[in-house]
């Protein structure tokens, strides 16, 4: 169970994890990780004047790919709505903005195909005076996710920098036998929790249904997921330097098995939502 695994996990506080001598660079795949994974976490540091930069690595503009057949099924239009890059993007910008994340950078790498060089080839240019890097879990059972890890990760070890991840999918996803022995429960206050409502609230395209007959893409039970927050601090058995291992996150639970939020799922179902994962991803 993971509310087992989660009361045993340590708890840790913000002041913990970060290095207040340098910038904190917070990664994410898709507009929105950084605010469902560690929206608190972000909103305490930008209260308490540690100097934050954000690198999105995508506009997470393929969200709905992986319900093409549904959408057929439904007469809905495939360009379900129009304008997803831009939309999303102002989403992520809102969403920084009440968390106090002013120094932002999005990018537009592919969203679903996410490949870790590039991931790292980008995050390189926004590396300045960065000494604490905070990034998806790279064993997140999204593959964007997990590739925008271990680039944060690798970035990490290239700068000699501190290194955190946060879970997207984990617990809603995941395997808690999996689970990490570097899991720590995040202390977080009243102010933390309404600072991630209100950017959370941004992200209108992921949280509400997009059209009949078809559920958000972040439904209300995953965001329940993360009601206690997590974080992955890596332990002397599972150092930044594991994140070069192409192995990593090849479990037989790298893939969901279906999707949150659709009325038509088989058994051979979408793919992930949240951002489709790469054709060649295992099932
Ligand atoms: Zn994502």
Redesign the pocket.
Known sequence: MWADVVRAAPPVTPEDLADTGGVTLVV???P??ET?GAGRLLAHWARTGLRLRAACLTR?DACFDHLADVLRDLDAPADLLPGMAGRREAEWHAAMEALGVHDRHPHGLPDGGLADDDALDVLRRVADDVTTVLA?WPHDP?P??RAAGRAGARLAAELGARFCSYP??MTYWGDPAEADPGLRRVAADPADDHAREAALAAFVSQLEPPTHGIGPIVPPEMLAHHDTPLLHVPTAHHTPDDAHDDTLGTTPHDTPHSTPGTTHVDDDGPAPA??APTPKEPR
Do not use: I
């Open positions: 994410s795949a898709h929105d990780d469902l997470g998806p999204h964007d996710h997207v999918w949240h951002g």
